[in-house]
């Protein structure tokens, strides 16, 4: 293909993908290549992407980014799950807490045990038994690692942030460990003429900048995998249909919620990101069943403070780029292609596109086969997280608009039809092999939905109707004392 040594590599784009990549890339392969990142402060980057999921603090430590710099510099604060209203049906409310639920069973999910309890009427809501839910609706966080004097499982624990503001911090470090950045608009690609393969760059001053991989980080427009090398797209729109949001930022309100909330409206979803110094919110939505001026309109009369900006409309195609990796370029971030952000999923997907590409770095040069493996991995990892995505818009009960009856009625990919089948009929449901939804988040969401499994595991049954009654309270019982405990979110936050 290309056995060129990978000596300078070129990153289009500084949004959040441009520089985890850069930051990324250069703590672990060091003065082995050149990193030269070039954005443009005149196009700006999305500003949206403030939510995320525990795997960040993983990301962080690998930068060498601690803690408390990283929340004090991006204004950040606690996500201990996300929270749905209305998505079931009208008035339900239930949440994707993350960490564990009640106690684990070898062989047995917990939630078969509560099932049983159910059944024979003794047992309250699922969420009773989530330790990451009470602390969130009681507005409550520490660091626990595990509930004292038993084994059962802590808080699991992600980030609210700005996003300018971590982009800011990311660019400061990798500047420190020798990316080199270029202020431009890039306006040109050559090609080479033999394999088709990007030689260069070229920003609107004329300035000429060669590479021998080049990472598209340019956002939704793609520069380089699609507009230069049309490597195609696999559109989900069928499935994921909402294709537009508005975002605007308003003043914080009191208390700082340790949760993401994201509430259905009659055609899509709000989103609500409380940082430390104000909330962000959103409206995503479908065209076809809402206007950009509707959309406005609710969106403003929502809002918990005074709007800090003008509404800022974005609009996008659910789905993926056909090739995450073609000839030398590899796109991460928005250019590699977007699933909504409804579980905060694409930054992970960033921090897991380049750790990939570490795994598969071309230091000796482009070779088919692993190019193969890296579109291989990527490509699934897609779609385990699109068919958990498109789960919340298929199980809803809500009668009150054609979007919704609409979403009822699609056919969804057949993996996730079995999953849901297997499911109803026997509570099970199970992980498949590096997904990264966890079997308790699919029960969550699931069960949050009304999909109330028919049977449980027979298992459940080496525990008599007294002995999961006496489980289930004692549960309870330790999971609020616990919680109790907890300081209050903000006085965390102060702390720091
Ligand atoms: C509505 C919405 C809400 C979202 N919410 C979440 C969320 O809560 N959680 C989450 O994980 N993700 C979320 N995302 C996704 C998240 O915003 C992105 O994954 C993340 O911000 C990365 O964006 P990016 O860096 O790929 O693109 P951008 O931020 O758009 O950056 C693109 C960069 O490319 C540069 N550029 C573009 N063209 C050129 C050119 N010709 N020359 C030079 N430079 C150029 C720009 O200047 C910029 O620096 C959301 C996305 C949307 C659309």
Known sequence: MDNDKIKNVVIVGGGTAGWITAALLTKTLGKTVNITLVESDKIGIIGVGEATIPAIIHLNNAIGLDEKTFIKETNATIKLGIEFDNWGKLGDSYMHAFGGIGKNFPFCDFHHFWLKAKQIGNASSYWDYSLNYQA??????????????????????????????????????????????????????????????????????????????????????????EQTLSTGFEDYSHWLPCDRAIAVPCESVEPITPYTRSTAHEAGWQWRIPLQHRIGNGLVYSSKYMSDEQAKEKLLSQLDGKPLAEPKVIPFKTGIRRKQWHKNVIAIGLSSGFFEPLESTNIHLIQTAVIRLLKFFPHHGIKPMEVTEFNRQSKIESEQMRDFIILHYKLNQRDDSDFWRACQRMEVPKTLTKKMALFAQSGKVFREQDELFTEIAWQQVMIGQNLIPQDYHPIANSLSDEQVSDLMNNLKTLIDRTVDNLPTHEIFLEAL
């Not at 393969?197 to 991989?213: M, P, Q, Y």
């Open 136 to 225: 969130a609706k009681k507005n409550k966080f520490d660091k626990l690692k595990g509930i004292e004097g038993t084994n059962l499982p802590g808080v699991e624990y992600a980030y609210h942030f700005d996003a300018g503001l971590y982009a800011k911090l990311l660019s400061k470090f990798s500047q420190n460990m020798g990316v080199t950045r270029i202020e431009g608009i890039v306006n040109k690609v050559n090609l080479k003429n033999d394999n088709g393969f990007v030689r260069s760059i070229v920003i609107e001053t004329g300035l000429k900048i060669a590479g021998d991989l080049f990472i598209d980080c340019t956002g939704l427009k793609a520069l380089l995998i």
